[in-house]
């Protein structure tokens, strides 16, 4: 069955911090990928999706994931946070014939002002 | 309308009562999802439809979960004699197809006392 990891429960870090938040999933195919967040009260938005060419996807306010194949690797990754990124991240993936996204616990993140 | 509405916001229940979760996708989305979010959890998925092909049940933790979508449009997920555990956000999607992602809509807080 195809699963995701997403090793950090809970990440700190204070204003203008490099930001980079795993996400392992566990399918040898061809995959669909996305990074979803859900800021405190609201309900989950995409930020980013891939599923074929340029591994290295940009998404909004900012973000970016690279998708590395041999690795089975799909990592966020945002050069400067904001204290308004504070949010819970989700890492999803779909592959083959499966119909639906598979996703990961999320990564909490707190960014102090 | 513009997104996924889901009603009600908020439900109460009793242990042992039948609740109805309402869905409305957006129009023309042919695939619809039902997901739970629980604290700590991510998201666990339940159930989706797409177009007019049996739904995927795989999802469903036990038989007194059912859902049905009518007319391919709106879909309603039924709990019978609910329990405590099933306290949860109910969160249900809708997409043109999985490889594009889902839009969400802003879920259903089931609390069972």
């Known amino acids: 069955a195809q699963s995701v990891s997403q090793h950090n429960h809970h990440v700190i870090l204070s204003e203008a911090a490099s930001l980079e938040l795993g996400c392992n999933y566990s399918?040898?195919?061809?995959?669909?990928l996305f990074w979803y967040v859900q800021y405190p009260g609201q309900h989950l938005q995409l930020l980013l999706k891939y599923f074929s060419g340029d591994p290295l996807v940009k998404g909004i306010k900012g973000f970016e994931a690279e998708f590395i194949k041999s690795k089975f690797s799909f990592n966020l990754r945002k050069p400067s946070v904001q204290w308004s990124d504070t949010a819970e991240y989700f890492c999803?993936?779909?592959?083959?014939?499966?119909?639906?996204?598979?996703f990961g616990k999320g990564t909490k993140l707190s960014v102090k002002p | 309308g513009a997104g996924v509405s889901q009603s009600p916001s908020n439900k109460v229940t009793e242990k042992g009562k039948d609740v109805e979760l309402r869905c409305d996708p957006i129009?023309?989305?042919?695939?619809l999802y039902w997901y739970r979010q629980s604290l700590g959890q991510g998201l666990e998925f339940l159930i989706y439809f797409q177009g007019n092909s049996a739904p995927d049940k795989s999802g469903l933790p036990s038989d007194r979960f059912s859902a049905e979508r009518t007319g391919g449009s709106v879909s309603t997920l039924t709990i019978q004699r609910t329990q405590q555990e099933d306290s949860a956000v109910y969160l249900c999607a809708s997409s043109p197809g999985v490889k594009y992602g889902y839009t969400f809509g802003s879920g259903t807080r089931l609390t069972v006392v």
């Open positions: 999803a993936v779909n592959g083959g014939s499966q119909g639906n996204l598979i």
């Open positions: 129009s023309g989305h042919t695939a």
């Open positions: 399918y040898g195919g061809t995959v669909n």
